[in-house]
């Protein structure tokens, strides 16, 4: 399934690789990137067989029409559906599905259901990405076990990965614009269907991504990103809030994080955010490592890179994204309406992480599938204490034009046991993300976490 001249590389690394060394990019890997790869690492051609075509530059521009502040117009809105796999056909596409995928199928085997479309490789990111990548990466480097990162800025710090971490870092640090306002929610339907939603109002503010950024300045202030939450609704929740500093170097200093409980009315510190702790109003749902399908220290698991497949994933979901679409219209049942969702073939970046012995997770193994495209994690296969598959996790991925990024508008987490899934990002109802408005750090302290809270 992965192929072979992609597992003897990895194979090749892991004889020069140790936990705590780990090799720079090359000059003459970096001279194939805008070449024969695309500016932060994907292979430019197609595949053999046509089903995946050769990079082009992704999109450039918005349809026409398009506004600032309009939910994202569908740009292949004339693609027509090319096939169905379902139960009556899983059998020939099982090499292009992970076993979460497959598990999907066999507990849903009525409802579930992919409709594949033309790939699409619409990912692409700004100028400024592409020539930091380029400046950056022949210096990038991980530290001890992977806990932090050094020597870079900006850009893709491993535009052509040889480690496991070094692909898990590529998606925590892949840009996703500088200052991000999000409105939305979150729903845990049950498994007869019903749900309610969870409002929020968050703030990201991307220190890494910054225009100005150097390796130097990041290393001083310490700090990736800086995260703030608010809960909206439902009543009895809202002004609960969640701040969170993401360091660069997770030795040196790990995650701070604070919460705001409005019935004590205080801000306390928060080192559970972090790891297996459940998520913001989930049901237990997800991990905190979960969210943006994986985030925070890797330190409690091995990493190694398999190599790379060719995969159906969520992507371009302008469908699932539109404002014409109410959240009943997604929420369903076991799963999301698979009428709205659509899957391409793509190629993805396969890396497995196994918990270390003496160490603690609700997950002991978890297969992340990475888009070679945009660097985000597409599907997750999840599995518990036992080794029986527990979850699985899908990002349904577009491209935010006015920033130019490709990014999830929706992360879906089945718990296969419970017959449940959490929907986070819903945004249909919602107005859209404003990418515009650019944030001081003042916004992001503890005193402005309880200010907000009480809002």
């Known amino acids: 399934m992965i192929k072979k001249r992609t597992l003897i590389a990895v194979a090749l690394c892991a004889i020069f690789a140790t936990n705590s060394s780990f090799a720079k990019t090359s000059a003459d890997n970096i001279a194939k990137l805008g070449v024969e790869l695309t500016p932060i690492g994907a292979e430019k051609a197609g595949n053999a067989d046509g089903s995946i075509p050769a990079w082009d530059g992704g999109i450039k521009s918005a349809p026409a029409g398009y506004t600032l502040g309009m939910h994202h117009p569908d740009p292949f809105a004339t693609d027509a559906v090319k096939f169905t796999i379902d139960k009556s056909n899983l059998d020939k596409y099982k090499a292009q599905l992970s076993p979460g995928q497959l598990a999907l199928f066999d507990t849903y085997p009525d409802t579930f259901k992919m409709n594949i479309y033309p790939t699409r490789r619409s990912a692409s990111y700004p100028q400024f990405i592409y020539d930091a990548t380029k400046k950056y990466a022949p210096n990038a480097e991980l530290i001890k076990d992977g806990n932090g990162i050094k020597n870079t800025a900006i850009g893709i710090p491993f535009p052509v990965p040889e480690t496991g971490l070094e692909v898990i870092w590529n998606h925590i640090l892949r840009y996703r614009g500088l200052s991000i306002s999000r409105f939305g929610g979150q729903a845990a339907p049950t498994a007869s269907g019903s749900f309610n939603v969870v409002g929020f109002d968050e703030k990201l503010l991307v220190k890494y991504s910054e225009k100005d950024a150097t390796p130097e300045s990041l290393q001083e202030s310490n700090i990736l990103f800086k995260f703030k939450q608010k809960v909206t609704q439902p009543a009895r929740l809202a002004g609960t809030a969640l701040l969170v500093h993401e360091t660069m170097d997770q030795i040196l200093t790990p995650r701070q994080a604070w919460t705001y409980n409005t019935g004590q009315r205080r801000v306390r510190r928060?080192?559970?955010v972090a790891y297996d702790a459940p998520g913001t109003a989930s049901d237990s749902l997800r991990t905190t490592d979960d969210f943006d399908m994986f985030n925070g220290s890797p330190n409690r698991y091995t990493w190694e890179l398999k190599g790379k497949t060719e995969l159906y994933i969520p992507y371009n979901s302008y469908k699932l994204h539109s404002d014409s679409l109410k959240y009943a219209d997604i929420l369903k049942a076991g799963h999301i309406n698979p009428e709205h969702v659509?899957?391409?073939k793509h190629r993805v970046w396969v890396v497995e992480a196994n918990l270390k012995e003496g160490t603690r997770h609700i997950y002991k193994k978890r297969v992340f599938y990475i888009d070679e495209d945009s660097w985000q994690v597409h599907v997750t296969d999840i599995y518990d204490n036992r080794d029986q598959l527990y979850r699985v996790a899908m990002a349904h991925g577009l491209n935010y034009y006015e920033v130019?990024?490709?990014w999830s508008?929706?992360?879906v987490y089945h718990d296969l046991n419970s017959r449940r899934?959490?929907?986070i990002g819903l945004d249909n109802e919602e107005k859209m993300?404003?990418?515009?408005?650019?944030?001081?750090?003042?916004?992001?302290t503890s005193n402005a976490l309880k200010r907000d809270g009480r809002r």
């Open 270 to 272: 928060a080192p559970n």
């Open 342 to 344: 659509r899957y391409e």
């Open 404 to 406: 130019q990024t490709h």
């Open 409 to 411: 508008t929706l992360d």
């Open 421 to 423: 899934y959490l929907a």
């Open 433 to 444: 993300y404003d990418f515009s408005k650019p944030f001081k750090n003042v916004e992001f």
